[in-house]
């Protein structure tokens, strides 16, 4: 009876008659889900400051600290004494849960989730429906990729639908008011009120998935999503499954269409549709076969630039960041290795070992990416500086595989690409004109499929002579040659290796195969000169075709007989009016080039 008439009980009298003169006219009292911004934003509407940093400087607050739920955050406010100022019923310990501490370097606290900084937005979103009945705004709807209140689901509005003026925190003409629009009579009065403007409900098919992502993190329901996970995901922080499968609905967003750009920065995310929430969440939900699934859906969605690896699984990139607790970290990444390995058929002999004879043969394209997603490939290209790619290429022409599951698709000698370690090769002392293996490749050999094969063997065999330059390198990128008429021999007789055309390659290897840097090739790929999606080898070959380095030519002179550097060699050519096709990408046409130097480079 006493709430309905508005009443309040004996202690709560009492710590109003105590606060007399120490807290504001109208106390208010936090309301469920309401984070510190919203509540602080309500009682300046209530209590008639236009300003709510007027309220904050009351209790100590600066004006550099920008007033929202990211500033909350951002500056790590404990916002003091706010308890008495409210009047609220138990003082400081009522505002407490509404902050958001800090709980690393990127991240905090968001009622018991842990979520990065950039989750919050630093202006204000409403849904006008809520609004109208509740009264109150909510902290959920300041999460950046959610874009609709989880209790309604109505698209949230953050630019006032007449001035078009985006909502903040800085000054207020009541919260459920535009802060811009005002009445002609009375400037203090506003003139359009966001309850009239009901927005429209967003479109998912699968409302009990998007719920149960919401339920993650939101505080009125964080009981809810906790119990609807699968057993090896409650041990996690909800707030980390969150934020990743907002990234995977990012994903999906790119792959359908909804969003034509990514962040450069592999850990920002943004709003997401909630129809690819709700795939993602379902994905989830039907852990773990439902993830890997999803996972194989997005092996080809896109690939980063920004990264070292060209090559990586977008949700692994997105894992990267130290944002994620480590074990939740290995277990996705566990997910991911398993829809690469379910995207493999391994044969034997025409046939597989799980699916009938009657299944197609492996590709050369999925063969690759299950090569780069071993540990045991990559510890092998790791130690032998062969890029994983060229290491398939040997695997497939007898070389023993460590991967005994991708080893059943070759019939493989005893060989093995690690007995290069084991062989003695002379230093270089002395040796003045010396070039690097890759390099000899660069300048020798120019016909599609890999000679990697066959240059291993002849090492091996030792009718291929190298010098050990550095024994700190891996090993290949440690050899250098000396003779070099004996590569020449050798390479005017091979025979094209492995076709390989289809594989799909990083940037290291594209690097690697056309004797450039990291920077380069990406300045390459941002130029347009090479594909900005995922590189494949007969890529790499169609640009060798129509482009050289200064690197290739300074390569071949040598090997002429001439003493040249790749930098001299692109001033000679600048002067001969041989310009880069375009600036910071070194290259230059082929055939140009080919035609000014003539019988130098034959």
């Not at 909804?258 to 549709?273: D, I, M, P, T």
């Not at 989830?284 to 439902?290: A, D, F, K, S, V």
């Amino acid at each position: 009876m006493a709430k309905q008439y508005g009443l309040i009980d004996g202690e709560a009298a009492r710590r109003h008659h105590a606060l007399a003169g120490r807290k504001l006219a109208v106390s208010v009292q936090p309301m469920p889900g309401e984070g510190a911004a919203d509540l602080i934003l309500r009682a300046s509407a209530l209590n008639a400051y236009h300003y709510p940093f007027e309220i904050m400087k009351i209790i100590g607050g600066k004006r550099e600290q920008r007033f929202s739920h990211y500033g909350v955050a951002k500056w790590g406010l404990t916002l003091d004494g706010l308890g008495d100022l409210l009047g609220t019923r138990k003082g400081q310990s009522d505002i407490a849960p509404l902050l958001y501490p800090s709980t690393g370097r990127d991240s905090f606290d968001f009622f018991s989730s842990n979520l990065p900084y950039h989750q919050l937005i630093g202006h204000r979103r409403v849904a006008p429906t809520f609004l109208k009945y509740g009264g109150y705004q909510k902290a959920i709807w300041h999460i950046k990729s959610l874009t609709f209140d989880p209790s309604t689901f109505e698209t949230l509005l953050d630019k006032c639908p007449v001035c078009r003026a985006r909502l903040t925190f800085v000054s207020t003409k009541g919260i459920c008011s535009c802060h811009k629009c005002f009445d002609p009579n009375d400037r203090r009065k506003a003139s359009v009120d966001l309850r009239d403007y009901p927005q429209p409900i967003v479109e998912f098919d699968d409302e009990e998935a998007v719920r149960f992502v919401t339920d993650l993190i939101d505080p009125e329901r964080v009981d809810r999503g906790r119990a609807a996970l699968h057993p090896e995901l409650r041990e996690f922080n909800p707030g980390h499954l969150f934020e990743f499968i907002v990234q995977a609905a990012k994903a999906l967003d790119f792959k359908t269409g909804v969003c034509r750009a990514l962040q450069s920065n592999f850990s920002a995310v943004g709003e997401v549709s909630a129809k690819n929430l709700s795939v993602a969440g379902r994905a989830m939900i039907n852990w773990p076969h439902g993830f890997i699934e999803m996972a194989e859906s997005l092996k080809n969605a896109w690939f980063f630039p920004q990264t070292k690896d060209f090559y990586a699984h977008p949700l692994r990139v997105r894992l990267m960041s130290p944002f994620y607790d480590p074990r939740f970290r290995k277990l996705m990444t566990s997910g991911i290795k398993s829809s690469l390995r379910a995207s493999v058929l391994i044969a034997v002999d025409g046939t597989t070992k799980t699916t009938p004879s009657t299944s197609p043969p492996v590709s050369w394209h999925d063969l690759s990416r299950y090569a780069h997603a071993s540990k045991l490939v990559r510890e092998e290209s790791a130690k032998s500086g062969l890029p994983v790619s060229a290491l398939l290429a040997c695997y497939a022409s007898g070389f023993r595989c460590p991967d005994q599951l991708l080893a059943r698709n070759w019939h493989a000698t005893t060989r093995s690409v690690c007995e290069l370690t084991s062989i003695e090769v002379p230093r270089t002392r002395g040796k003045k004109r010396t070039l690097s293996i890759s390099d000899i490749v660069l300048a020798l050999y120019h016909l599609p499929g890999s000679p990697w094969p066959q240059m291993l063997q002849g090492i091996l065999d030792q009718t291929l002579p190298t010098l050990r330059k550095s024994v700190n390198s891996p090993y290949i990128r440690g050899l250098v040659i000396g003779d070099f008429e004996v590569w020449k021999a050798f390479f005017a007789d091979l025979a094209p290796g492995p076709d390989g055309s289809s594989a799909e390659i990083t940037g290291g290897e594209a690097g690697f195969y056309l004797g450039m840097s990291g920077p380069q090739i990406s300045n390459l790929v941002a130029y347009g000169f090479l594909s900005s999606g995922r590189i494949s080898m007969a890529e790499i070959w169609d640009f060798r075709r129509k482009f050289i380095s200064p690197k290739e030519v300074a390569a071949r002179l040598q090997v002429n007989g001439e003493i040249a550097l790749a930098n001299l060699v692109g001033g000679e050519l600048n002067k001969a009016g041989i310009p880069a096709i375009r600036l910071g990408s070194f290259v230059r046409s082929r055939i140009d080039v080919e035609q000014y130097y003539g019988s130098r480079l034959a």
